[in-house]
């Protein structure tokens, strides 16, 4: 089982809005530590989405957007297309022995 | 650009080992933390390894004492050896240069697929 909690599976129309929600704990996202978000394609490489909570890198449409409260955190995409259809990943880090945490993934459906 | 490019999977028979290869270009591999990323069969990703820039090196607790990471300057590549493997290291591998502690990973590379069967 995943350090963080992600919901396995999202889906929504084209044009709609859809969030992912990561929920963790108070030894990684209540402890303070930054969630960063990618997206994953199978077969290709992970791609970095929203990194320390809220920014979007170079390159990323502004469809795509991310908050942090307490020990959850969240991913938000409006406009769907056709192309969001991915599996997301939440990331943080964690006061443990193993400190870099990932979610379980969320599978998201363009209906 | 900045590309990430990983190589040295395959099959093996639980108990043996591999190395697993990764290519940078567009930055210097030992100037950055560099990590291993696992994704088994229909699971999530799993972090499986760190090296920092001074050389300190930590693991996940499932691969403790059995993998090592490590680096080669002048070719800018790193590395992973697995030893003893088992069945539950199946899984496509991936490298990724982290931004710091606590950071993000980015680039990734494409992955490389190890599967460890008899």
């Known amino acids: 089982q995943s350090v963080l909690t992600q919901p396995p599976s999202v889906s929504g129309a084209p044009g709609q809005r859809v969030t992912i929600s990561c929920t963790g704990s108070?030894?990684?996202?209540?402890?303070?530590?930054?969630v960063h978000w990618y997206q994953h394609l199978p077969g290709t490489a992970p791609k970095l989405l929203i990194y320390g909570n809220s920014n979007r890198p170079s390159g990323v449409p502004d469809r795509f957007s991310g908050s942090k409260s307490g020990t959850s955190a969240s991913l938000a995409i409006t406009g769907l297309q056709a192309e969001d259809e991915a599996d997301y990943y939440c990331?943080?880090?964690?006061?443990?022995?193993?400190?870099?945490?990932f979610g379980g993934g969320t599978k998201l459906t363009v209906l | 650009e900045v590309q990430l490019v990983e190589s040295g999977g395959g099959s093996v028979q639980p108990g043996g080992s591999l190395r697993l290869s990764c290519a940078a270009s567009g930055f210097t591999v030992s100037s950055n933390y560099m990590s291993w990323v696992r994704q088994a069969p229909g699971k999530g990703l799993e972090w499986v390894s760190i090296?920092?820039?001074?050389?300190?090196?930590y693991y996940a607790d499932s691969v403790k004492g059995r993998f090592t990471i490590s680096r080669h300057n002048s070719k800018n590549t790193l590395y992973l050896q697995m030893n003893s493997l088992r069945a539950e290291d199946t899984a496509v591998y991936y490298c990724?240069?982290?931004?710091?502690?606590?950071?993000?990973?980015?680039?990734w590379g494409q992955g490389t697929l190890v599967t460890v069967s008899s």
């Open positions: 990331q943080s880090y964690d006061s443990s022995l193993s400190p870099w945490v």
């Open positions: 108070s030894s990684n996202i209540g402890a303070g530590y930054d």
């Open positions: 090296i920092y820039s001074g050389g300190s090196a």
């Open positions: 990724a240069r982290a931004y710091g502690v606590a950071n993000w990973f980015d680039p």
